[in-house]
């Protein structure tokens, strides 16, 4: 048999050489099993949109729509001094109970991501000044009250006035609750999210309400968006 040449050798040796190079360009754009990748996204930029749950590009506009509405409507006038609970120190002050969880998903760590953007907010309103999440969970072991019990009169001057105790009189209970409804249509499914939260005046009793949705749809192949939602309608 005759034995290759010295050329055809270097030519083999250069088409596996091709080869390996294209395999480890495929490799480092596909991904390679081991291996993660990460860059920073910029504020110019879209969240990662979820493709089991939800997740930032549906919680951060559902919170910043609920607060900004809620707030937005408040009295913005300095509270009276309540001799009772110590409330009333010129700005108002809000108590964060928590975040409740009732939709189909789990939270995870958006659960408390939650809770911070809606004290930041409350924070940067500049109207209303949030108590610190330290001293309501200390009010709340103290008096041994599940936030939703609060909603019971006297279990609310309870706790108010524990707080008061402690330095830290306030004016308004603030909850919220995550909620979902879903329609599935064969292995396609929509799933409408909406925050509500729950304002309370702890001195009258009377309490303001205000939700956001946002509706998100998921799919098992690129066409069940075209085939589920006609995406040429949308403004």
């Not at 103290?142 to 909603?151: C, I, K, N, S, V």
């Not at 209970?173 to 249509?185: D, H, I, R, V, W």
């Not at 729950?198 to 690129?222: C, M, P, Q």
């Amino acid at each position: 048999m005759q034995r290759n040449s010295w050329s055809e050798k270097m030519w083999l040796g250069n088409s596996w050489w091709g080869f390996g190079l294209v395999v480890t360009f495929v490799g480092g754009v596909l991904g390679c099993r081991g291996h993660q990748f990460g860059h920073v996204i910029h504020d110019n930029q879209s969240d990662m949109v979820g493709s089991h749950a939800a997740g930032a590009e549906t919680m951060n506009p559902l919170v910043d729509e609920a607060v900004a509405k809620l707030l937005g409507r408040q009295d913005c006038s300095p509270s009276e001094p309540d001799h009772a609970t110590g409330a009333g120190t010129g700005v108002k002050r809000v108590c964060f109970v928590g975040v409740e969880n009732q939709s189909a998903e789990e939270l995870g760590d958006f659960k408390e991501q939650i809770y911070e953007m809606v004290d930041s907010q409350i924070v940067n309103s500049g109207a209303f000044e949030p108590v610190s999440r330290r001293y309501v969970d200390a009010g709340l072991a103290e008096t041994r009250l599940r936030p939703d019990a609060l909603f019971i009169p006297a279990n609310m001057q309870t706790f108010a006035s524990s707080l008061a105790q402690q330095g830290q009189p306030f004016d308004y209970l603030l909850f919220a609750k995550m909620t979902s409804g879903t329609t599935e249509k064969n292995r396609d499914y929509q799933r409408d999210y909406v925050l509500t939260l729950e304002l309370v005046d702890v001195n009258t009793g009377k309490f303001d309400k205000e939700s956001a949705k946002i509706r998100k749809g998921y799919h098992t192949s690129r066409l069940g968006k075209l085939r589920n939602f006609n995406v040429f309608t949308r403004q």
